[in-house]
């Protein structure tokens, strides 16, 4: 079984940062990019960032020069540093990464975690 699990969302004012982490756990091969991906109440789940292997990143235009992508290969793990929030950016941030693994090459989901910027 393979699975990604997030962390560090929580509520914070507008113009403070926040950091998530997301790890990768289970029976992996190897894994192709990691990326994150947000859904606010009431609207679709849309693109944050995506980093591959080589760092190779792309990052949506809503939030270029605020978040930062970045990825510990060796640990599974990527994060997204996020500065200067605003309370647009509220919502469920969810990681998601394409892997090979014992089942084949998936695309996964992680749970989820919540990110509240109000004042």
């Known amino acids: 079984q393979v699975q990604l699990v997030e962390s560090g969302g929580g509520l914070v004012q507008p113009g403070e940062s926040l950091t998530l982490s997301c790890a990768a756990s289970?029976?992996?091969?190897?894994?192709?990019?990691m990326g994150w991906y947000r859904q606010a109440p009431g609207k679709e789940r849309e693109f944050v960032a995506t980093?591959?292997?080589?760092?190779?990143?792309n990052i949506a235009d809503s939030v270029k020069g605020r978040f930062t992508i970045s990825r510990d290969n060796p640990k599974n793990t990527v994060y997204l540093q996020m500065n200067s929030l605003k309370p647009e950016d509220t919502a469920i941030y969810y990681c998601?990464?394409?892997?090979?693994?014992?089942?084949?090459?998936?695309?996964?989901w992680g749970q989820g975690t919540l990110v509240t910027v109000s004042s």
């Open positions: 980093i591959t292997t080589g760092a190779g990143t």
């Open positions: 289970g029976s992996i091969f190897s894994i192709n990019d």
């Open positions: 998601n990464s394409h892997l090979w693994s014992d089942w084949g090459y998936l695309e996964v």
